[in-house]
């Protein structure tokens, strides 16, 4: 058990609930003079996670745990007990990464409309990457519209043009990227104002965006005017489907009514898609 002594008092005010563990367990700011038995430590860590799956399992969270069932964990657990040691760098060490990844990405490509794409345009060819995150997802596009802008169009003050209900992982992309975010009000509907946004672009628009389904409401934006507009402008659209990739193409298969939102639509250039929330790959 942890020393009494070395306990402390949660901190008072608004964060307090930030900081459960500090009444409860040792707070360790450097290494331990002397190791603890592991099973020392699992019994805390079995403490912790515990008491964190009693909160979601409650049912009454919305967002924040994606999960098909705690038997589904189980299954990613043993996943996980075979590779977390893989170093994914060394690819010639570790060709698994690569299978798995092509794999991946093949499949979330087919998902969100890439073999119809290609049979309207056999050069409409989708290819993607494995991020860390969603906001990775979002920001690395936005770099290759910065860098693709400034090779092709010599744009030297990129601007990006988005409702204003696009997660905030853009804000994050245009600060590290230099690139100017035009966060354009949204209609009544709350959905993108496609007029709006057509008289916010400009000579150093490099790429618009949209959401399916968006972070605040869930709402999915007109993709497919926002297609056209992408087209009719000359400019990259980039469709976050962080939150809606891995559910709208199967509520559509289930018969419900799911407009367009994928690369289907000619004026979609990147999408972004978590496996880690509906996909339920952690
Ligand atoms: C629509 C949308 N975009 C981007 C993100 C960012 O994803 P992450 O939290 O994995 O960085 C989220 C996360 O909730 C989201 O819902």
């Not at 592991?38 to 515990?50: G, H, K």
């Not at 992982?169 to 949204?186: N, T």
């Not at 959401?211 to 469709?239: M, Q, W, Y």
Request: aromatic content about 10%.
């Amino acid at each position: 058990m942890p020393k009494a002594a070395k306990k402390q008092q949660a901190p008072s005010g608004p964060f307090g609930d930030m900081f459960p563990y500090r009444e409860t367990f040792e707070t360790f700011r450097e290494l331990p003079k002397k190791s603890r038995p592991p099973e020392d430590v699992m019994r805390e860590l079995r403490s912790i996670a515990r008491r964190e799956d009693v909160r979601w399992q409650t049912g009454q969270i919305s967002g924040t745990y994606f999960h098909g069932g705690m038997e589904h964990f189980a299954y990613l657990n043993r996943v996980f007990a075979l590779f977390s040691h893989v170093n994914l760098l060394h690819r010639d060490m570790c060709p698994s990464g690569t299978k798995f990844e092509g794999e991946i990405i093949a499949m979330t490509a087919r998902m969100l409309g890439a073999a119809l794409a290609r049979e309207k345009d056999p050069q409409a060819d989708v290819c993607g990457a494995i991020t860390s995150g969603g906001t990775e997802s979002v920001i690395l596009p936005m770099l290759a519209y910065r860098e693709k802008a400034k090779a092709e169009r010599a744009i030297s003050a990129p601007e990006m043009v988005v409702p204003e209900t696009i997660h905030p992982a853009f804000s994050k992309g245009a600060h590290f990227f230099g690139i100017k975010l035009i966060r354009v009000p949204v209609g009544a509907d709350y959905l993108a104002d496609v007029d709006a946004m057509r008289r916010a672009i400009g000579p150093n628009t490099i790429a618009i965006a949209g959401s399916a389904a968006n972070f605040p409401h869930g709402l999915i934006d007109p993709i497919e005017k926002l297609s056209d507009l992408a087209l009719e402008a000359g400019v990259g659209l980039h469709v976050d489907s962080c939150f809606g990739g891995f559910i709208l193409p199967w509520i559509a298969k289930l018969g419900y009514d799911v407009p367009p939102f994928d690369f289907r639509l000619p004026g979609v250039t990147s999408m972004s898609c978590d496996t880690h929330k509906w996909g339920y790959g952690l």
